[in-house]
């Protein structure tokens, strides 16, 4: 382990100096811990710790940053602690890694080492947090497994409020209500509600941190003035020592940009392909770090980071009266969303300011406030205001190349001066706003009368807009509804917003550019009408009253930890205790997750000269490829090869599912070749060189609508009907028909796609290590392309980042291509986001038709839907897809007269794939929509109406039990009635998900055993460790059969030469059918051990290990599980598809704020109840559960769909554009229930998968905001009937709650 690192022993090591920390391959450190995912800043997955002394305060200033825009140079003088240098197995775990361990915090463990990152930063700035600081630590990373909650919940231990359950003293808490806590779960008395000792966690003593390095310190004491150039192949870096020097290069390179947080330089280097021969680092020059006060206002130096300038605004805020500080709380409450911690404390006050970016979150707030920039040069010192020209960009009042941006000048506010600031953005947290305003008002003294207004907004143009003509036309009106309605109508007028605009959403940003004037108008008038405030209300006018549903609109929620009881049946007190099954037992690799020590497929040490690959994608939607030229490509330096489709030995995939495109391209991202270089860098170069001639074909069609219209489809259509239906639509009362969307999904796994390919120079053989959920479908197709046998390939999975579907198919090709070239010592190919959102695909959008007649008690007759999903361009899994979804979407209810109908398309876009859940909470939504259309004619009951309620048939006439679901159902209704509800949106959902493959040869697996010769166990067995705890549940099952501690045993990997011809780890069935195998190889090995031990009962499990070796029994054994039988007859509509059934209910509360859009669901509350039977680990399943909830939720509200260009190029490519859920969604009381006492005689120990299920919960939140918006829309006596559309970004929220605004808006657009 790498205790710190010094900025200065990197630069020895250096290639490029802007190149980063960490990540850019091959490594220029080898430290495994800090992950790449992104590399935009986003995510959080590289995060580590930077020390420096602070020349100003001259103390030692520690700071989170993502090491992906981190360019080793800048950490000259810096100290930088990687998850290595905080503990280690080995040595010593610091309580933070052992604490998001233990308590249940790591799933995949992908994101793991930033979260321990971000935490132990701020354990070392404060070692008692709040709760408030322990959110903001964390809002800057994602986590795509685990809801979030538990990591949040290792996290309060250290906090200073914390005090065990979080419910106590509320009367919520189990031990509160004594005896009732137990009756509200059945009456039963055994029900635990913790999942981990806190007891037993080590104290966190500051005092054993590692201290800065005094060779460091003692350099910072006597800083080195002269200026330090690094020079690599295409950039030079110059890091000036005094502020004279800076200003003599910025004279010399005017076109040099100045880098301090890098966060716009990088990004826009990745993206937009932006390249800088001279860097400027002004890091050294502590004149840009000043800060100083008078009795007007507040200057603040521009090297200053964001977090910093956060911390001086708070001091002011606390030091002056509150209407000098107007500005201030403005910007402080801007920063407190601005991106995630590590952006606040890397990107600079003036690197903000002079990236202009339209979206800035802080110029607009400046510029109101009448900021003024104080620029140098060689020449001298002047200064220009922050105004609207200069925020354009215009030559006259913007900098000369030779100046820099010295500091920044915000003046105090005066009396009757109110300053405010407003943003948008698809999350609370780490996401760009839609639309981001600063607004000022200021009244001639003692009236409201306006004598100075300015409004200025952000995303809604190229650059901030400042709506200066609106504002001179109401100077010297009266702050009242004349005046609103006059500027609502000035600034629709001004604030223009071409159709074209940046992100699109016209009509939504024009709404928010009035919905926000007016929460200013609301927030003034409000102060205004505090008593004493004015000295008289001119003319013997009233304020006009403000109603509280508005006022509800103007509070600003603090972001504040979740709570939240998860509750699960306890082992029965019988159990030895040696035997884990039942427990709440950490994740196997947990530790290693937290430590970094975890190896994942990139993570492997390789040797030197390991070669890279870089794909070559369409840049077309449909067209014949005319030429491919290669020559510059192959000339560049480093380029090895490029691999095309006449490389490939054997089978380049199937006719119509090309692995490398031959003569035509079906998508834009399809892959045409591949280019192997020596590093990774030369290969993205190579890539760019590579040109591609096209010829465009007809059609391009992207849509289902155009689908449809051209008959384009990828299978025939999938039918089960049952009963009369158009009979039934004849005798019922009533009849509803409507449509929903469902938008698609991307996996987002935080480990992008990755493979390394090792050839062997013997017998054609292969080791290939792979993030797959499948390695002998990447072994099949490695097999076919290279046209040799299926036994000279091996398939190494150790564990996977994350799958949820998305590496099941996928890898197989990535593994394939890379392992054309044989390239020796070997080759890797890693996607960077941006490839792997574009090559992959995802769920299936979904668009559905639903007819649905009733009786008016609510008793639903008949139900007629159709569906058609979007497949993309190849087949893949999409009529599985569609047979999923046709098969599972009658979800909890019994309908007599039923006709389900369901359509893959063709469409040109990349071929969409399985995803969790696997067409359930596409078409369940459609269903559940469709309940919601009739409970809104005749009642909330509707549900439970028709719900199954006995043994019965399902339509495809498979018998099952639904007691479960009646008693999960029973059990929310329960605590529901037991809470306080806000009544702002609420729904309740059941769930009946069926588990497994529609196939019996689909759920047969093995496991391989062996015991050694000191009796430890090693098992192997066909799953692969996604997260989901298999490995965990396999040594439980292993530790019950062969009754040994699980100390003894070990999981080393998935591979194909141990366990061959394995199933897709999917469907849910993973833990269940692998286990069966592992019980049956564990109960071989113990039935021969058997002799052995009846003959010494008394000795220990080596004496009989020993003794059997002597005894000649084999100590190794393969377990084998046939499978259930499964099968489903399409002719007949009938069959016993599903192993099982999973049932649950959820609801959920939520609060919509029908100005902006904004779903505070974290605000309220989600219960869920699930019937887990006999679970195998509680502590995994409700992590499954609350992952799968989330994941789902992000589905139905925020993960907008993927945005294509009218040519069907992605836009969504990174975590700025495409929003998965963060810390600050979580539900603010989750709640989550196993059912206890509830059995399957099927399964393993009566156990059940619960991988998939939780997504479709998520869709209470969908259906509790719809209630809401249905609410607004009835208040306002609009038709309450809409299309559904999922999700229900705050787009859709906002535009559906229709209002003045709204009404505003399209009249403004019939003028103009
Ligand atoms: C993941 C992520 C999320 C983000 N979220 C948000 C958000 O929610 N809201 C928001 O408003 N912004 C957001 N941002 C943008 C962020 O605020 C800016 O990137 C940042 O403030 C730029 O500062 P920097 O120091 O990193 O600039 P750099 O990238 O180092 O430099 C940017 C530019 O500024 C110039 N420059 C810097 N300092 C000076 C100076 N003293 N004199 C003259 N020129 C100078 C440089 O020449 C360069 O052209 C986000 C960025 C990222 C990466
Ligand atoms: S933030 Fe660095 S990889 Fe995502
Ligand atoms: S555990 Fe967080 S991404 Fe997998």
Redesign the pocket.
């Known amino acids: 382990p790498v205790p710190a690192l010094q900025g200065n022993q990197l630069l020895q090591t250096l290639g490029e100096p802007d190149r980063n920390l960490f990540l850019d391959r091959p490594f220029p450190v080898r430290l495994t811990g800090t992950k790449y995912a992104c590399g935009?800043?986003?995510c959080g997955a590289c995060t580590v710790m930077v020390s420096k002394h602070d020349p100003v305060s001259r103390k030692i200033r520690h700071f989170s940053v993502t090491a992906c825009?981190v360019p080793i140079c800048s950490l000259y003088g810096a100290a930088v602690t990687t998850v290595e240098g905080v503990g280690s197995i080995k040595t010593r775990l610091h309580p933070v890694q052992e604490r998001i361990a233990k308590s249940h915090g790591t799933q995949c463990g992908f994101c793991t080492p930033g979260m321990v990152m971000s935490m132990y930063t701020l354990l070392r700035n404060h070692p008692q947090p709040s709760e408030e600081q322990l959110m903001e630590a964390l809002g800057g990373n994602l986590c795509r497994c685990t809801g979030y909650r538990p990591i949040l919940e290792s996290g309060r231990t250290f906090c200073a409020e914390s005090s065990g359950c979080q419910q106590k003293g509320r009367g919520k808490c189990c031990l509160d209500q004594g005896e009732n806590a137990a009756s509200s779960l059945g009456g039963e008395s055994d029900i635990c509600t913790e999942l981990f000792a806190k007891d037993e966690f080590q104290p966190l003593d500051p005092t054993q941190e590692l201290i800065f390095p005094p060779e460091l310190l003692r350099m910072a004491e006597n800083p080195e003035k002269r200026t330090l150039t690094f020079h690599g192949e295409r950039v030079t870096w110059i890091s000036p020592g005094t502020l004279k020097d800076l200003l003599e290069l910025k004279v010399k390179h005017p076109d040099a940009?100045?880098?301090?947080?890098?966060?716009?330089?990088?990004?826009a280097k990745k993206s937009q392909g932006h390249f800088h021969p001279v860097l400027l680092s002004?890091a050294r020059i502590s004149e840009?770090s000043m800060v100083s006060t008078t009795s007007e206002g507040l200057t603040i130096g521009?090297?200053c980071s964001?977090a910093q300038v956060k911390d001086i605004l708070a001091g002011r805020v606390s030091e002056l009266p509150e209407e000098k500080t107007q500005t201030y709380r403005a910007l402080l409450k801007h920063l407190k969303?601005?991106?995630?911690q590590q952006?606040r404390n890397?990107?600079?006050l003036?690197?903000?300011i002079?990236?202009r970016?339209c979206?800035?979150?802080?110029n607009p707030v400046l510029a109101v406030g009448n900021t003024a920039l104080n620029l140098m040069s060689k020449e001298g010192t002047r200064q220009i205001p922050l105004d609207r020209d200069f925020l354009a960009g215009l030559a006259s009042a913007d900098?000369k190349p030779e100046e820099?941006?010295?500091s920044v000048y915000i003046p105090h506010s005066q009396r009757w001066e109110f300053v405010s600031a407003f943003r948008q953005?698809q999350c609370q947290q780490?996401?760009?706003?839609d639309v981001?305003a600063g607004m000022r008002v200021l009244f001639q003294e003692g009236t409201d009368t306006i004598e100075d207004l300015s409004l200025a907004y952000g995303g809604v143009g190229d650059a901030t807009i400042s709506a200066q003509k609106s504002c001179q036309q109401l100077l010297g009106r009266h702050w009242n509804e004349p005046m609103l309605d006059e500027a609502c109508r000035l600034l629709l007028d001004e604030v223009s917003l071409p159709g074209g605009a940046p992100g699109g959403s016209v009509e939504f940003k024009r709404t928010l550019v009035v919905s926000f004037f007016f929460k200013f108008y609301l927030e003034v008038l409000q102060e205004l009408k505090k008593p004493g405030k004015l000295l008289s209300v001119p003319d013997g006018r009233h304020f006009p009253e403000i109603s509280d549903r508005f006022l509800s609109a103007l509070e600003d929620f603090p972001a504040t930890v979740p709570q939240g009881v998860q509750r699960y049946q306890s082992v029965d007190s019988h159990q030895a205790l040696q035997d884990p099954v039942g427990r709440p037992i950490m994740h196997l690799s947990g530790l290693k997750h937290a430590t970094g020590e975890a190896i994942f497929c990139d993570d492997i040490p390789t040797v030197d000269k390991e070669l890279f690959m870089a794909l070559v994608t369409s840049t077309r939607a449909h067209a014949k490829i005319i030429s491919v030229d290669l020559s510059k490509a192959l000339e560049l330096p480093g380029v090895v090869d490029v691999i095309t489709a006449e490389d490939i030995p054997g089978t380049n995939g199937a006719e119509d599912d090309r692995l490398l495109a031959v003569d035509k391209v079906l998508c834009v991202g399809q892959i045409v070749c591949a280019v192997v270089a020596e590093t990774e860098a030369q290969a993205k170069r190579a890539v760019e060189e590579t040109k591609i001639a096209y010829e465009d074909l007809e059609p391009v069609i992207f849509t289902i609508e155009d689908a449809i219209k051209h008959s384009s489809f990828l299978c025939p259509e999938k039918k089960l009907e049952q009963g009369n239906v158009e009979k039934a639509f004849e005798e019922v009362d009533q009849i509803v028909e409507g449509e929903v969307h469902v938008g698609g999904q991307e996996h987002f796994y935080m480990e992008t796609q990755r493979v390394l390919v090792i050839p062997k120079t013997e017998d054609k053989e292969l080791d290939i290590y792979v993030s797959t959920q499948d390695p002998a479908h990447v072994q099949k197709t490695v097999s076919s392309t290279l046209d040799i046998p299926i036994n000279r390939i091996t398939c190494h999975v150790k564990r996977v980042g994350g799958g949820f579907g998305g590496k099941v198919g996928r890898p197989a090709v990535l593994g394939a291509i890379a392992a054309v070239g044989n390239w020796l010592p070997h080759s890797s190919c890693l996607l960077d986001r941006e490839d792997d959102m574009l090559i992959t695909g995802g769920r299936h959008p979904l668009f559905g038709k639903y007819k649905v007649g009733f009786m008016n008690s609510g008793r639903i007759r008949a139900l007629d839907i159709e569906c058609f999903i979007n497949g993309g361009c190849t087949l893949d899994d999409s009529e599985l897809v569609t047979e999923f979804l046709i098969l599972k979407m009658e979800n909890a209810y019994k309908i007599h007269n039923l006709r389900f109908r369901g359509r893959a398309c063709m469409t040109n876009l990349p071929s969409n794939t399985a995803f969790r859940g696997f067409g359930f909470p596409q078409g369940t939504l459609v269903t559940e929509s469709c309940i919601t259309a009739v409970a809104a004619k005749c009642g909330p009951s509707v549900r439970e109406k028709n719900m199954y309620k006995t043994v019965d048939k399902t339509i495809y006439k498979q018998a099952f039990n639904p007691e479960p679901l009646i008693r999960c159902w029973n059990e929310l209704a329960e605590f529901n009635k037991k809470n306080y509800w806000r009544k702002r949106g609420l729904a309740v959902v059941p769930m009946k998900f069926s588990v497994g493959f529609a196939a019996t040869s689909f759920h047969q697996a093995a496991a391989l055993v062996h015991i050694y010769t000191d009796g430890s166990v090693l098992v192997t067995h066909g799953g692969n460790e996604l997260g989901q705890g298999i490995h965990t549940k396999m040594l439980q099952v292993a530790s019950r059969e062969l009754k040994v501690p699980t100390s003894h045993m070990h999981i080393c990997e998935t591979s194909t030469a141990t366990v061959p011809n394995t199933i897709a780890t999917a469907a849910s069935i993973g833990s269940d059918v692998n286990g069966r195998a592992v019980q049956n190889a564990c109960q071989i090995l113990l039935k021969r051990l058997e002799p052995i031990i009846k003959k010494n009962p008394e000795g220990t499990w080596e004496d009989w290990i020993e003794a059997a070796f002597e005894q000649r029994i084999s100590l190794s054994a393969t377990g084998y599980f046939r499978g259930y039988e499964a099968f489903m007859d399409w002719e007949k509509g009938e069959g016993d598809p599903f192993p099982y059934y999973v049932y649950g209910a959820a609801s959920s509360e939520v609060e919509v704020d029908c100005l902006t859009g904004a779903h505070k669901v974290k605000k309220i509350r989600t219960d869920i109840v699930m019937d887990a039977c006999c679970s195998l680990n509680p502590a995994i399943d409700i992590g499954q559960i609350e992952g799968s909830f989330t994941q789902g939720m992000g589905l139905y509200t925020t993960e907008e769909e993927l945005k294509y260009s009218p040519e069907g190029v992605l836009y969504s490519r990174g975590?700025?554009d495409y929003k998965i859920p963060t810390i600050t969604d979580v539900p603010e009381e989750f709640n989550v229930s196993l059912l206890p006492s509830s059995q399957t005689p099927l399964t393993i120990y009566s156990s059940k998968g619960l991988g998939e299920s939780g997504m479709f919960l998520g869709s209470s939140v969908f259906f509790a905001i719809a209630d809401a918006v249905a609410t607004a829309r009835r208040e306002r006596d609009i038709a309450e009937d809409f299309t559904v559309r999922s999700p229900a970004t705050p787009e859709r929220v906002r535009m559906a709650c229709a209002d003045r605004f709204t009404e505003m808006v399209r009249d403004s657009r019939l003028f103009s």
């Open positions: 935009r800043g986003g825009l940009p100045l880098i301090l947080g890098n966060t716009s330089l990088g990004p002004p840009l521009a090297g964001l969303r601005l991106a995630g952006i890397m990107a600079s003036g690197g903000h002079m990236s970016h979206y800035s979150d802080l900098l820099i941006l010295e953005a780490n996401a760009l706003a981001t975590p700025d």
